[in-house]
């Protein structure tokens, strides 16, 4: 390793830098799959924006200086990468070039460049001569370049094409223009770690890792590349240094291997044990390719509403973590940085993270394997519209993902689509088919938040970014209670985001809070407090609805930090420094939950219930007659508006839906804020069940005579029912009643519709 690290610095010092020490990210980028026989490609590049999309017309393929320098690995519009373009420039083709020579010790190898993550599509050229393309911002690639190098300098092209606003492509979080609401500075062409490995004529190419608690031992299956003959696979494992398990197999191409273990250590959350695994291929008496990995002793089971590890119900206390830097975007400036973050996290109370419209890097999944923090993996799906032509190239990415990362004992569940709707319904299926296919260790949601669409779905979720944390707590208490999981809309109202299972199934609430705290310029969730206890008192309200319902196995809160202009995280953006007081965060966050008491009243699964005989006591568009007209105002009305006594004669008078841009929009709303007014009555009648069926953007609150009943934030873009039976039982009155409502826009379109239904 020493001589490997000599040769390293005097290869890096030829391409122009001076010391190792300045090389960016000189760690190598996969500890789970690591050869000692590796040189980091990170550092200075050539660069150049290619504005004509005539580079190999120009013969950028070969021997062409570009304009311009970049540091690798980060993306132009980064601070890191030396030019800062941030969101100035809309790059879509854009082109890198270095030189390189092939160390002794590789001499002789086969040698295979790999690249950690390119913004979209890539070609690699080595010498003129191209190595391979690949299609995906998020996956790993790699090409075996062997005969195309020569002696002495050798020289990597790489094109980039990146069109994120052909909606042909997903883009997460990456803004089309310039940052706005939550989505931020773009990231284009290398944002992740570029190195060459040198590999045996025949070496271990994938490796899937399973392990088995129960039996204490491990299953391995390795695929091998290359036609050696009298290949032999062998795979040890070692606990604290010392030899706890092997197995070998005779044979090519691809081997099983089942490693009982002398030594059992479990890996659960807050208490990791990773075990050291040593991967040999030999040919007869020689040894021609040897792997480091390294594996985590755990198993995740569903047992009704609860995801048990290791047979044990820990509560998901999860963080939204979007994987933004201020200096470098979707790269990390250093690898301490990334577990700084876990660090961070587990400060405040949490035990994992959402990793939010974003792959993250190996090396944050193994600060994570290190530091028993449990993360679902999720796919930056956002900016992509679904058209059937692209869907393979999806497909072929989130394979590459699952790949990859399934290995990792951190990874608790996997998440590929995020707020998706009806669009979706195709591709979320099959990728989740395709998820359960590749790793069916995890569970798996094919959506977060919105649209569910898995007639048998093995777990659910919702956001809910309520401000209320009493109306946040009595929700969710009810429609998680043993009655149906949610009541059924009425089919006028369009699909349901949600279907009724047949059964109890784990659940959570996957996104909640997103308090707005020191916003200066920006915005956060609802209204901000106006002190620091006012936003404590909040904080607590919120995370103890979620820590005191016994039928919830996890929540995730919005958000670890700040990103650019959304001002909700729990430390600031650009120096990390908490924002409050991180020891009572924790106090309230890592509290013992009702989940974690293993009570036995919760069922297991739950009889049909009867639906509902929904009456309409207010109409949504889909009612016809039963819509009839809203007295309204866009100007802020007395505190008392919204009262039954409250006059509201000087307001005009408009049919819902109200709203701009949207073609079943009946009154036309372009102001920040819109308050509702109309009476309805009531026949005084035992009430059942009530809901809200509403379609909102954004925020928007409802009451019936001055009773809140119902308190949404953020948007959606289709009708949605939410039970409001205890609220309106405390608000109701037989004769006449008034409904008011307020619809507050923050960014984007602006809507608001909604029905209110009883069943007696």
């Known amino acids: 390793m020493k001589k490997h690290l000599i040769w390293m610095s005097a290869v890096l010092m030829a391409g122009g830098l001076t010391a190792l020490a300045e090389v960016p990210r000189p760690e190598h980028p996969r500890p789970d799959l690591c050869r000692e026989n590796w040189l980091t490609l990170n550092g200075e590049w050539q660069f150049e924006i290619d504005k004509a999309a005539d580079g190999e017309s120009r013969g950028l393929t070969y021997g062409k200086d570009l304009n311009s320098k970049i540091t690798v690995p980060f993306c132009p519009e980064s601070k890191l990468s030396g030019l800062g373009l941030g969101n100035s420039v809309k790059l879509k083709d854009v082109w890198y070039r270095r030189t390189f020579e092939v160390p002794p010790v590789m001499q002789g190898k086969r040698v295979r460049i790999h690249f950690g993550g390119v913004d979209y599509k890539s070609w690699v050229y080595i010498n003129g001569q191209l190595a391979g393309t690949h299609i995906g911002e998020s996956a790993a690639f ?64 994938n490796l899937a890792v399973v392990a088995d608690p129960d039996h204490s031992r491990v299953l391995i299956t390795a695929k091998i590349n290359g036609q050696d003959k009298d290949l032999k696979l062998t795979a040890e494992a070692f606990a604290d240094g010392k030899l ?48 480091k990995s390294y594996f985590g002793l755990r198993k995740l089971t569903i047992d009704g509403r609860k995801i048990l590890i290791n047979g ?71 900016g992509y519209e679904f058209h059937p032509e692209s869907h393979a190239a999806c497909v072929n ?149 979620m820590l005191d319902n016994p039928h919830l196995f996890g929540f995730c809160y919005t958000q670890l930090t700040d990103v650019e202009q959304e001002r909700n995280g729990l430390y600031f953006y650009n120096d990390r420094k908490p924002k409050f007081d991180v020891a009572r965060l924790h106090a309230i966050t890592a509290r013992q939950a009702a989940y974690e008491r293993d009570d036995p009243s919760i069922p297991q699964s739950v009889a049909p219930q009867p639906k509902p005989a929904w009456k309409v006591l207010v109409g949504a568009v889909q009612d016809g007659d039963l819509s009839s007209p809203y007295a309204y105002t866009t100007e802020k009305p007395a505190d008392t508006w919204t009262g039954e006594s409250f006059d509201d004669h000087t307001w005009k008078t408009g049919r819902a839906p109200f709203g701009h841009g949207t073609l079943n929009v009946r009154t036309d709303w372009t102001t920040p804020d819109i308050y509702l007014r109309k009476k309805f009555d009531y026949d005084g009648s035992t ?33 949605r029912l939410y039970s409001v039976t205890e609220a309106l039982q405390k608000a109701l009155k037989k004769g006449s009643n008034t409904i008011t409502v307020h619809t507050h826009q923050v960014v984007g379109g602006q809507y608001i519709d909604l029905a209110l239904l009883v069943d007696n």
């Open 312 to 382: 044990k119900p820990f509560f998901q206390r999860l963080i939204l973590d979007q994987g933004f830097y201020p200096e470098g975007l979707w790269t990390a400036p250093s690898d301490a940085a990334l577990k700084k973050d876990i660090e961070m996290s587990l400060a405040c109370g949490y035990n994992g993270a959402r990793l939010h419209q974003k792959v993250f890097e190996p090396r944050f999944l193994y600060w994570a394997d290190k530091l028993g923090y449990m993360v679902w993996g999720e796919f930056p799906d956002w």
């Open 687 to 719: 009430l059942k069940h009530a809901a809200v069926v509403i379609n909102y953007d954004e925020d928007t609150e409802v009451y019936v005579n001055g009773k809140m009943i119902l308190s949404v934030a953020g948007y959606i873009t289709y009708y």
């Open 244 to 291: 706890a398990g092997s197995d070998s197999a005779v044979g090519p191409w691809q081997n099983t291997l089942v490693l009982n273990l002398n030594t059992k250590k479990l890996w659960e959350p807050g208490a990791p044990f990773l075990y050291d695994l040593k991967i040999t291929l030999s040919s007869g008496t020689t040894t021609i390719d040897t792997v």
């Open 142 to 205: 790699t090409f075996d370049i062997t005969k195309l190098l020569k002696d002495g300098t050798n020289e990597v092209v790489v094109k980039v094409f990146d069109d994120m606003w052909s909606g042909l492509q997903p883009r997460g979080k990456q803004t089309p223009d310039n940052s706005d609401g939550c989505i931020y500075t773009r990231t284009t062409g290398i944002w992740q770690s570029v190195w060459l490995e040198a590999v045996g004529s025949s070496f271990v190419e």
């Open 397 to 545: 990415e989130w394979i590459e993902i699952l790949l990859r990362d399934r290995n990792h004992p951190a990874i608790v569940g996997w998440c590929p689509f995020n707020e998706e709707d009806q669009r979706a319904k195709e591709l979320s299926q099959m990728i989740w088919n395709v998820t359960k296919a590749v790793d069916p260790t995890r569970p798996a949601l094919e959506t977060s938040g919105w649209t569910h669409t898995l007639p048998n779905p093995e777990v659910l979720d919702a956001h809910d970014y309520e401000g209320s944390p009493g109306v946040l707590r009595n929700r969710w208490m009810e429609r998680l209670s043993v009655t149906p999981e949610d009541l059924p809309a009425p089919p006028r109202y369009g699909n349901r985001p949600t279907p009724t299972p047949s059964r109890i199934i784990p659940y959570m609430v996957s996104e909640i809070g997103g308090v707005a705290w020191a916003v200066d310029g920006g915005w956060g969730y609802g209204e901000a407090p106006k002190k620091l206890e006012e936003f404590y008192t909040r904080y607590q309200g919120t995370i103890d609805a």
